[in-house]
């Protein structure tokens, strides 16, 4: 069973990729395999490099040198992801005292840095997670996927489980924490618009294929795909009456890994099929420069493509 | 249980308007600061075991009312007696008066740790409970600290290689020791180890706890070889109990998302578990851990029966055809006692474990 099936981004140092996708499209299993954090059972292939070394072929030790010193992650749900039996100070700097980072002296002085800078007062370290209210308890997993100076930073749907106050207060916080120390972030989510606000670049993904790929504004109000348009119209735009009043939502479920359609994978659900949809699977095409789709209507015959800017 | 857990409950702290509603509880817990909240916690627990306590004192007089025999008739069995001086005896027990009124004598006297005479020692309950007390705390404590150390120990190796070799071995063999019955096992080790069978001599004791003669340190070195088959035959049939919570636990734990995090950020699998999983998957099992060394004080009646080991068990097993009411009561007591004890120490101990837990 294929979760996640030819998907190939770069991430340039500093630069901000967004992931889009509906669950169960293969944003998480992507996000895990970067660090091989998938169970035994998971087989990979392909190429994970990371500053120009394979994930993949790395021996054990030079894996765990590299898993959170060079790219950490923010997992989604703070709640379950710490360790509720453990102070928050002892969960931030531990990364530190595994990778040899700092003494214990130093890396108590680094986890009270972390927590101001995250807006989190010092003497919060003592606390427990439970103690802490969700916005509080994500501050803490981006204070912690900052301790080791990463040169990436993954964050896995970041404020899924935030309201929308502190889901704002979060972004703009990752924001200008990878912009001020030139960190690279792959940010993964279900919600377009607030990857196009964060991102560079937005990729999105379908039944474990990336469909299309571009800049962020692009992507998000002229998306060539199908797919990608109906995500991008499943939320309502701030400015835009029309789509507010009616948000358009994609019948349907995306398939079972095990059982994926023939031809191009989202046939069933696309209102803009060809017959030949159904045998042909389509390869990522340039829609636009540096901006790519895997539709049959983009394509050099079809220049007025559906919905080409 | 009601009247103790109330106070705790109700008191909410000086000043500070209460809100109703579902709130009102967190609202009280959270204004009172952790030191009072963890003080609130502790009396509560205390209040419970208090209330415990008083209904085993309660039980301990009914329950053993039901037995059927007379304690008159079975002491002076084989013995020429006229009614007059079974009518005496009965005097002397206190067993003519009526039924209320021995509770209440018993009761005032067991508030003040006067637990009676037993009936066919002839001497105070509580002095025939403390001479044997130290041999069962010795046995059975060492048999349960072993068990439940081995229980935890292999039950974390199974959860985590679960489904291979070594878990299913592992699980098989305790389950298996689990479904013997000790006096049984007891019995064979005898045979084995200590009358000696084929090529093996006899190694260890048939029973007792002392041969008597030597003295210092070689004493200690003769029960300690006393206590060998006896410990291995508690420890054969227990470990499995506390190696099955603890592995199920674990289970429960294992595909947590704070693991995954705490394998991101670089940890060895080793690490990983005992930093991480263990100290959430032993949670569950403090409690069972707590539970066994309750039955400390109970030892094993039948293990102690089968090497004739002078502790609480064979006393209680000497008591109940009689039936000598005042030691049954007082042994019962005691059991129930240690059992109330140890369960009040695991609740202490919980908060410290389990930071969500009373703060």
């Excluded at chain 2, 005032?108 to 005479?117: E, H, I, M, P, W």
């Excluded at chain 2, 120490?345 to 474990?353: K, N, Q, V």
Aim: proline share 7%; glycine share 10%.
């Amino acid at each position: 069973m294929h979760a996640v099936r030819g998907v190939d981004l770069t991430l340039a140092a500093g630069q901000k990729l967004g992931v889009a996708g509906e669950s169960g499209c293969g944003k998480s299993t992507l996000a895990l395999a970067l660090l091989r954090l998938l169970p035994a059972s998971a087989h990979l292939s392909g190429e994970i490099l990371l500053d120009g070394e394979d994930v993949l072929t790395m021996k054990w030790g030079r894996l765990r040198a590299v898993r959170w010193a060079g790219a950490s992650i923010v997992f989604q749900g703070a709640m379950h992801s710490l360790n509720a039996v453990h102070r928050i100070g002892d969960q931030i700097a531990e990364p530190l005292l595994i990778h040899g980072r700092a003494t214990p002296a130093a890396a108590r002085k680094r986890t009270a840095a972390l927590l101001e800078q995250v807006g989190l007062p010092a003497a919060r370290a003592d606390a427990y997670p439970h103690e802490l209210s969700g916005g509080q308890r994500q501050r803490v997993m981006i204070a912690m996927s900052l301790a080791c100076d990463p040169h990436l930073i993954v964050a896995d749907e970041p404020t899924t489980a935030l309201d929308v106050m502190i889901q704002a207060q979060i972004l703009r916080l990752i924001e200008q924490l990878v912009a001020d120390q030139n960190i690279s972030l792959l940010m993964i989510s279900h919600d377009l618009a607030v990857l196009a606000d964060t991102c560079d670049r937005l990729a999105v993904m379908y039944a474990g294929r990336v469909v299309e790929e571009g800049p962020a504004a692009a992507v998000h109000t002229a998306a060539h795909h199908p797919y990608a348009q109906a995500l991008s119209a499943a939320f309502p735009r701030i400015g835009d009456p029309a789509s507010r009043r009616a948000p358009r939502g994609l019948p349907g479920d995306p398939p079972d890994p095990a059982r994926l359609p023939t031809g191009c994978t989202f046939h069933p659900r696309c209102p803009v099929a060809l017959a030949s949809c159904t045998q042909d699977d389509q390869p990522l095409r340039e829609a636009a420069p540096h901006h790519h789709a895997a539709c049959v209507h983009v394509s050099p015959a079809i220049p007025q493509g559906v919905s080409a800017p | 249980m009601t009247a103790a857990s109330t106070p705790a409950v109700v008191r909410e702290p000086d000043g500070g308007p209460v809100k109703s509603g579902p709130s009102r509880g967190v609202l009280a817990r959270a204004a009172a600061g952790p030191k009072t909240a963890y003080l609130l916690y502790v009396a509560g627990k205390l209040g419970g075991a208090a209330v415990s306590l008083l209904a085993v004192l309660v039980t301990s007089f009914f329950l053993f009312r039901i037995i059927p025999g007379d304690p008159v008739k079975a002491m002076t069995r084989h013995r020429p007696v006229s009614p007059e001086q079974m009518a005496a005896l009965r005097r002397q027990f206190g067993l003519d008066s009526p039924l209320w009124q021995q509770f209440t004598d018993y009761c005032g006297k067991a508030l003040t740790g006067d637990l009676g005479v037993s009936y066919q020692f002839h001497a105070p309950v509580s002095q025939l409970i403390a001479e044997r007390f130290p041999a069962t705390l010795l046995l059975t404590g060492v048999a349960v600290v072993i068990y439940s150390a081995l229980g935890l120990w292999l039950g974390t190796r199974s959860a985590w290689r679960h489904g291979q070799l070594g878990d299913k071995l592992n699980t098989g063999v305790a389950l298996t020791l689990w479904s013997v019955p000790s006096f049984w096992l007891g019995l064979l080790l005898i045979i084995v180890f200590s009358v000696g069978m084929g090529p093996i001599p006899g190694l260890f004791p048939t029973g007792g706890m002392e041969s008597g003669s030597e003295t210092g340190f070689a004493h200690v070195l003769d029960v300690a070889h006393h206590m060998v088959l006896p410990v291995l035959t508690l420890v054969a049939v227990g470990y499995a109990q506390t190696l099955l919570v603890m592995r199920s636990s674990l289970l429960d734990e294992m595909g947590s998302d704070y693991l995954t995090t705490a394998r991101a950020k670089g940890l060895r699998d080793a690490l990983v578990r005992r930093k991480h999983a263990v100290p959430n998957a032993l949670l569950p099992t403090v409690t069972m851990v707590f539970i066994n060394l309750g039955h400390v004080a109970a030892g094993s009646i039948l293990v102690e029966s089968v090497f004739s080991w002078p502790g609480l068990g064979g006393l209680f097993y000497q008591a109940i055809p009689v039936p000598d009411l005042p030691l049954i009561q007082g042994l019962f007591v005691v059991f129930a006692g240690a059992m109330i004890l140890m369960n009040l120490l695991a609740d202490l101990l919980y908060p410290l474990l389990d930071p969500r837990v009373g703060r």
